[in-house]
């Protein structure tokens, strides 16, 4: 097989990242339109991450934020994004590189695109800050695609934050 010298696959990576900055950065200028809502799973402890230790406590290797309807001060970089969300009731602020992030999903237009971050340096055990700020849902990191489904029970709550189904909230 020939060598790609052109890197198409970086190439890729890069112009679907540069398809989350733009969606972001919308959604912290305007607001998310219509049902539009956005599952981010990235790895907790990559090099950039802060979240707080007792968030990086409950999802050590990694996380999934769903922006929907309650969070705030979304600020867009070129290299990372920031955010307010609320986990258990306490205001947390998290600061995500783009290079952490393993894998985006817009259900309500079933987009999705998913990132190799095996090439991300992940830090040391040290404590990383995070900043308070007011309500979005944390969830497990899927195994898959996440998927929300009525049918299935949500699991008990171990403390920390609460696993909610988006389905509970929709209008049947």
Avoid: C
């Avoid at 402890?45 to 001060?73: C, N």
């Avoid at 309500?135 to 934050?161: I, M």
């Amino acid at each position: 097989m020939a060598t790609d010298h052109i890197r198409y696959d970086v190439l890729t990576r890069d112009a679907l990242r540069g398809v989350l900055r733009k969606v972001l950065t919308d959604a912290a200028a305007h607001g998310l339109p219509g049902e539009h809502h956005f599952f981010i799973t990235f790895v907790s402890k990559a090099d950039g991450v802060k979240i707080s230790p007792r968030l990086l406590a409950q999802y050590p290797e990694e996380m999934t934020i769903i922006l929907q309807h309650q969070f705030w001060d979304l600020t867009v970089l070129e290299d990372r994004f920031e955010v307010g969300l609320s986990f258990g009731g306490i205001p947390e602020r998290l600061v995500v590189p783009f290079s952490a992030i393993k894998s985006f999903l817009d259900p309500s237009v079933k987009f999705g695109a998913e990132f190799d971050v095996s090439d991300v340096a992940a830090v040391t055990d040290e404590t990383l800050p995070a900043a308070p700020a007011p309500s979005a849902l944390a969830v497990p990191a899927p195994a898959a695609e996440p998927t929300a489904t009525a049918e299935e029970p949500s699991p008990p709550n171990q403390g920390g934050a609460e696993v909610v189904r988006l389905d509970r909230f929709r209008k049947k």
